[in-house]
């Protein structure tokens, strides 16, 4: 081949990438415009209440930006683990992510606060300190890595599953061993339970749970409902030791391109799926402990968190150690 023959080539594959690209766009009154396919991951199902908060950003975005946007979902970690997502965000190879704070931390330090145990007292503490000024700050901190916080979501109150032996106090973990997710103040939390634990990305953990590789994990019934665990769990115990948020987030190289109008687009559309997958996890809060029973599973209800709450205290004061008391006393003493 001469060269003449090689650009001519060149100049081919260049019209055919062109006309591929003209094929994607929306014909609109006035004009032909791309339409931009916005890729969001999550770990969960597609029926999980991730899967919710998707649909609903999907129908916001899409009707705000007037088909200017399009969403595309891939669920169940089909694009990776929270932490790759959130690498992906950095990068952007990912555009939009629901995660839980599990690895966020890792990028975001001031966000280690939210997984502190028993720190919120039910749902309407937690939203409603997200939702005041400590959210918006929290969400704000993480633009300075590359990652936007558009909106507080919601995984849930945590509780601890295993098929070893029904727990009902701290005694009761001791040398078990447990997945946690990849954070430090998890890990610390379990350790001072005298619990094993063993971090690890959620698309690994039901393998991990069937092999034995590990007996324990801990996640809200949401989680536990839309992941079938009751096909390797036995019995669930109701510590709602931690609020796991979750939080729904944009890709910095990506939010460099857009127009102030397009993030306010963004901005609304995550709002709109943090509201909805929040109602989908009170629904599942109480329907999804039939589920769980419908399905074997021995359902420890009344746990007295109090020995596990005492266990806990040097995680408080090894975080104070190391990320300052600050945001902690903000949360302690926020009055709503
Ligand atoms: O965000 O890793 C976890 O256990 C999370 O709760 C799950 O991925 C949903």
Excluded at 23 to 51: K, M, N, P
Excluded at 182 to 197: K, W
Excluded at 247 to 258: F, I, N, Q, R
Excluded at 260 to 274: H, I, L, M, T, V
Aim: hydrophobic share 40%.
């Amino acid at each position: 081949m001469t060269s003449g023959d090689k650009s001519n080539l060149l100049e081919e594959m260049m019209k055919l990438k062109n006309l591929s690209v003209a094929a994607c766009g929306l014909l609109f009154v006035g004009g032909v415009v791309d339409a931009r396919e916005i890729q969001l991951g999550h770990t969960l199902s597609a029926d999980s209440h991730y899967s919710v908060g998707s649909d609903a950003f999907k129908a916001t975005l899409e009707e705000l930006s007037g088909g200017e946007f399009t969403v595309r979902e891939h669920p169940a970690g089909s694009l990776g683990g929270e932490r790759a997502m959130i690498e992906g965000l950095q990068i952007g190879t990912v555009d939009v992510v629901i995660t839980s704070t599990g690895p966020l931390g890792n990028f975001v330090p001031e966000t280690y606060v939210l997984d502190l145990p028993f720190l919120f007292d039910d749902y309407d503490h937690a939203r409603a300190v997200l939702d005041s000024e400590i959210g918006d700050d929290l969400l704000a901190d993480m633009e300075q890595h590359d990652i936007i916080g558009l909106a507080w979501s919601e995984n849930g109150f945590r509780h601890m599953t295993n098929s070893r032996n029904e727990v009902h106090g701290p005694d009761d973990v001791a040398g078990i061993k447990i997945r946690t997710m990849e954070n430090q103040v998890h890990m610390n939390a379990f350790r001072e339970l005298g619990a094993s634990p063993t971090p690890m990305a959620f698309p690994e953990l039901f393998t991990a749970l069937q092999q034995g590789t590990v007996d324990a994990q801990e996640n809200p019934v949401t989680v536990i409902v839309a992941t079938k665990f009751w096909e390797v769990q036995d019995h669930i115990s109701l510590t709602g030791h931690v609020y796991s948020p979750a939080a729904v987030l944009g890709s910095g190289p990506l939010w460099d391109t857009l127009s102030e109008e397009e993030r306010g687009w963004f901005n609304e559309a995550a709002r709109a799926s943090a509201e909805a997958t929040r109602n989908e996890v009170l629904r599942l809060e109480t329907e999804g402990l039939d589920l769980l029973r419908e399905n074997g599973m021995t359902v420890i209800e009344e746990v007295d968190t109090t020995p596990f709450q005492n266990a806990i205290e040097p995680v408080y004061e090894a975080f104070i150690e190391r990320h300052g008391a600050e945001m902690l006393e903000r949360i302690q003493n926020f009055e709503g």
